[in-house]
Structures are given as C-alpha cells and as structure tokens.
C-alpha cells in the first residue's frame, strides 16, 4: 500500500514589509527532509509575493473573507478536485472564521486541518482578553471595548495617556493624546470596523512565542523570540530565540486553560518593573515561524502530521541564540505568470504531476 | 555576594560578545570586562575582582575601582544585576577599607 501524500494548502503569501506567515509556513515544510507532499498556494492576490517565491507546486487565487463562506467552500472544493490537496493550514487571523465555518465541508472534501474551535477562537478575541487572562490566571493590561470616537473623550477616567488603539484583528497605536486617539480610532475603524480596544500603554520589553496546541491542554512546542529590530509599523525584522521560564509557564498556562487546537502566537510583554502581561494571542502562526524551524521545531510540520490525526511528540526546548534576519529582494519572472494568475486565477509554475495514491 | 542568576546564565565569547538568553540583549565588553563577568560569575567577592584585575592588567588602583563600578552600573542598565546588588557588592570594598583604616 503506497502512503498517502501531503497535498497541503497554505494561505497568505502576502510577503510584503507587513508579511502574511504563508511563505515562512511553506518554507517550513519545502525545506525539511522528512516532508514529501506538495504545497499549494492559496492566494488572495495575484501580485502576493509569494506566488512567484519558487516554494508552491501550484497557486489558486481565493476570495477574500468579505466575499462569505459559500464563495470560499466552493473555490476550495475547486481546488481539491485539481490538485487533490488533502491539508488545509489557514494563516490569517481574518479568515479563521470563514475556514472554522467550513470544517465540516472540509472534511467531507477529506481536507484535514488543525485549527482552534470557535469557541477558542473566541475565547482569545482581544475584546475578551482579561476574561482570559483570569481563566488562565496570567496577567493582562488593563482594556477598554468601545465602538464609538465618543467614548475617547473621557476614556482618560479609565485608562490613563498614553494608551494603546487597537483594531479588532490588526494594527496598535500609541497615543499621547485625545487627538491622536480619535484619529487612530478612525484609522482602525477604516480599515477593521468596531470594536476597538483601549488598552493600557506598557513600558517594558516585548516578547512573542509561536506554539503548538494539541487540542486536549497539552504544548506541542513552543518558541519564545524577542524582537531586534522593527520596522516604522512596528513589525519583527529580525529576532533571536530566547530562554526564559516565565515565558514558558505563560504558554503552558494559555494551552491547559483554553486546550487550544493548532498554532497561535502569544505577545507578553515584561514591564520595566518584572511582571509578565499576556497582551495578546493570535490565533494562526506568526510570519516569522520559519524561526522555529530554524531554532530545531518545525511547528508547521507538526501541524500537518496534527491534522492528519498523527501523533506527535512533544518538541524540546529550541536552539537558544538561532536568529532571523528577514530581507527584501526583487523576484524575476514573467508577464506570462502574472497573466496566468491573473486570467484563470491559477499558475501552474511546474507542470502537473501524475496524480499519487493519496488513500 | 550571590551572583545573580541572569548574570550566570549569560553566554560571553572569546571576542567579548555578550548574549543574554533570558532578553535576547547583546552587548560588547572588552577584556577586562570580560575577565569581570567572569569573576562575578564565581562570585569572586568585589575587593578580590579589584586584584584580580589590578594584577592581570597592571591598572592602577585608584582608577580601577571607579572603572569597575561604573562596569557594575552598565550591568544594571542592562537588567543583569539590581542596583541593590550593585552597591552590595561594591559595599564589601568600602567595608574592607573601612577595616583597614587606622
């Protein structure tokens, strides 16, 4: 009996200055020995960087999350059908609903995956984060929900300035100022909608860790990391794999108490004065996992053997000191690729392969 | 004197590039501040760091242990040791002379 092949779907290849995780996820799998499937992209955009990065056997273009679940579920089942793609790891905090809402019809198109529940997903929505905190027993910074530029105007009764904007999926700002808070109010309702949330500004060192939930409480692995240098939206463009207990206590805690499914990322920020605060989890691996393979844990991989309902053994602590440095360089291709992509919304870098057992 | 345990853990190679693995924070020292950590890793007591220091590097006294506290400060700006530890440490010199004052 021939071993059925991973055929694994992997989303967001945005790799732009404020990258999507897909390509590091894909180069996760690309680059370990012990991975033999293909990889197909799944993109939102013909101009995703990635598509063009040399690691996908073939690219279909997806809706975007605002087009609903049908549109999604039958742009999958197109895909599945051509390719046969049997693993399905969702990476963007945006569309995890529309991809929970369609387990079901992913698995009767025998599409695997390892994803939080919604009620996880919920569970670590940043408008519940001190609920959270409580059930996990961490530390939290103190937050305020609101869902109108009214209720800045006395918000320094409850959290005092400076203070953290933050939007429902994406993007924080410090502000010093109402003004500067209305306008990062706007901002952030622009682009997310309502709500936002207020959050009390913490002075300290951040730290982030990617980790792997088994579903029933237990840690897969996990991979502390500090930021080294940043870009001007305050993203990671580079970063060292740290040690620190704490780090490691604030992660098991989050696992046993939410018994999440799958990756996520936690942001924990160690304040001048030595307390650790949970100030966020995000519920899809971060851009810059391709650290944790490099720090000796292929989090991705151990996703897809997840998914498949393959045991998988606890990891080890990862290599101390192992660094990413990302960078920026022009990819070379043709017009006739982007024609592909653009007109049939697939593209096809190889050509197909013979269709392998995947029984 | 306890060392502080960050102070342990943290890795110092031959060319003097400090890594700490609990923050990820690297620094550069020179030799001298190399052989120190080394010392305050043992829990080499402060005045002992003094001769240490005074015989390997032929420095003279008076200078030293302005430069050694001033190294015990730079490692309380990078959270390796707390100011209370700092002025711990360089107590037992002040104690020492204090004792071999006439």
């Known amino acids: ?98 991809f929970i809402a369609l ?6 198109l025998k599409v695997a995956t390892f994803m939080p529940t919604s009620d996880q997903f919920a569970m670590r929505s940043k408008e519940r984060l001190d609920e959270l905190g409580n059930a996990a027993s961490v530390s939290t910074p103190d937050q305020v929900v609101i869902t109108s530029a009214d209720e800045l105007y006395n918000i320094h009764t409850r959290i005092a300035f400076p203070l953290v904007v933050k939007g429902i999926f994406y993007g924080a700002e ?29 002075d300290g060192t951040e730290f982030d860790v990617v980790a792997v939930g088994d579903g029933e409480g237990g840690l897969i692995g996990a991979v502390p990391m500090k930021k080294m240098q940043l870009t001007d939206k305050g993203k990671g463009w580079s970063g060292v794999v740290v040690s620190s207990e704490e780090l490691a206590k604030m992660t098991t805690a989050f696992m046993k108490a939410t018994r999440w499914r799958g990756p996520c990322e ?33 989090l991705p991989l151990a996703v897809v053997h997840l998914s498949q309902g393959k045991e998988v053994e606890e990891f080890g602590t990862p290599e101390v ?39 | 004197m306890s060392a502080n345990q960050k102070l342990k853990d943290l890795a110092v190679s031959d060319s003097g590039f400090v890594f ?27 005045q002992d760091i003094l001769v240490a220091i005074e015989g390997e590097f032929e420095v003279g006294n008076a200078d030293l242990h302005r430069h050694v506290q001033e190294f015990l400060a730079s490692l309380v700006s990078f959270g390796l040791i707390t100011k209370e530890e700092s002025d711990l440490i360089s107590a037992e010199n002040t104690d020492q002379v204090d004792e071999e004052s006439p």
């Open chain 1, 1 to 98: 009996m021939t071993a059925a092949i991973n055929i694994v779907g992997v989303t967001a290849l945005n790799a732009t200055d404020n990258p999507g995780p897909g390509v590091a996820v894909a180069r996760s799998l690309r680059n370990d020995s012990a991975f033999t499937g293909r990889i197909i992209g799944l993109a939102y955009d013909a101009l995703d960087p990635g598509v063009y990065a040399g690691l996908f056997d073939a690219i279909y273009l997806i809706p975007y999350p605002s087009e609903g679940q049908e549109a999604l579920g039958n742009r999958l089942a197109y895909i599945v059908e051509q390719t046969g793609m049997n693993v399905c790891i969702p990476t963007l905090d945006s569309e995890l609903p529309g």
């Open chain 1, 103 to 108: 387990e079901k019809k992913l698995q009767e």
């Open chain 1, 321 to 359: 000191g192992a660094m990413f440095v990302r960078i920026s360089l022009d990819q070379i291709t043709h017009i006739n690729a982007f024609e592909q992509i653009v007109t049939s919304g697939e593209f096809h870098p190889e050509p197909d392969q013979p269709e392998e057992d995947t029984k």
């Open chain 2, 20 to 46: 700490d693995p609990s923050t990820g924070t690297t620094f550069n020292v020179n030799v001298p501040g190399s052989r120190i950590l080394d010392l305050l890793k043992n829990e080499t007591s402060f």
């Open chain 1, 266 to 298: 936690l942001e924990i920020m160690e304040t001048t004065d030595g307390r650790y605060l949970l100030l966020e989890v995000n519920p899809r691996f971060p851009a810059w996992c391709y650290l944790a393979y490099g720090a000796g844990l292929n």
């Open chain 1, 174 to 202: 410090i502000c010093h100022t109402l003004d500067q808070a209305v306008k990062a109010f706007n901002n952030v309702v622009a682009r997310w909608g309502v709500p936002v949330i207020v959050q009390e500004f913490l």
